[in-house]
């Protein structure tokens, strides 16, 4: 079944640099990569998704790449703020009877002042 | 309305107990999901609805019982929980299942469950 590995577990960067998360997934047939961002007692988010006929989305400081050759995807957030703060989850949509997502296991990412 | 609301955000039971948790939405999704997330750990998928049918269950315990009463809602039924189910349950929804493209899923605020 589809596997997804998420790194780093934990970032921590200086406000205004930029922060990297990386994903790699096994199913080539995976169409779908959306990202979650996810505060503290909060629930998930989606801040940006992916499909597999793009090769890079942007909405503001967040942008999303995907190489589906090595299958890989990646999340990009540019000048940081503290309220960047939060664990980011990525995901890959595959099919097994049903849609479903399956879950990186998550990046704590913190912004220092 | 574009949101997905949870009942109760809290609940503590006895492993006795029957309980139920509650997710609606009103955005016409026909899609709906349960998740069970414990500390630090990603959501893992428990049950999924499409068209108010069961299509997936991944193999949760009996004591778990999902219910669709209608395309707008969907239930929980817990019953005999063990602590270890102590965890955040989310509900999700998605527009469609049967588009043939996976639709993008929108979580609910989730139910705290404390089993003592």
């Known amino acids: 079944g589809e596997n997804v590995e998420q790194h780093p577990s934990t970032l921590s960067v200086q406000e205004g640099d930029s922060a990297v998360i990386k994903c790699t997934y096994s199913?080539?047939?995976?169409?779908?990569f959306p990202w979650y961002k996810q505060e503290l007692g909060k629930r998930p988010q989606l801040i940006i998704d992916?499909?597999?006929?793009?090769g890079e989305k942007k909405d503001q400081r967040i942008a999303v790449t995907l190489n589906k050759t090595a299958k890989h995807f990646s999340l990009h957030i540019t000048e940081t703020q503290p309220e960047d703060s939060a664990v980011y989850f990525c995901?890959?949509?595959?099919?097994?009877?049903?849609?479903?997502?399956?879950f990186g296991q998550g990046t704590r990412l913190t912004i220092n002042p | 309305d574009t949101e997905v609301t949870q009942t109760p955000k809290h609940l503590v039971m006895g492993m006795t107990n029957k309980k139920s948790l509650k997710c609606e939405q009103h955005m016409g999704h026909r899609a709906m999901y349960w998740y069970k997330q414990k500390a630090k750990k990603p959501p893992e998928l428990m049950f999924v609805y499409s068209y108010e049918k069961l299509s997936i269950n991944e193999s949760v315990p009996s004591r778990f019982s999902p219910e669709c009463p209608n395309s707008s809602l969907l239930n929980l039924h817990l019953h005999a929980l063990q602590p270890e189910d102590s965890a955040l349950y989310l509900c999700?929804?998605?527009?469609?299942?049967?588009?043939?493209?996976?639709?993008?899923?929108?979580f609910g605020p989730g139910t705290r469950l404390t089993v003592l």
């Open positions: 999700a929804s998605s527009q469609d299942q049967t588009s043939g493209r996976t639709d993008t899923q929108y």
């Open positions: 992916i499909r597999s006929n793009v």
């Open positions: 995901a890959a949509s595959i099919i097994q009877g049903a849609q479903k997502l399956v």
């Open positions: 199913d080539s047939a995976s169409n779908y």
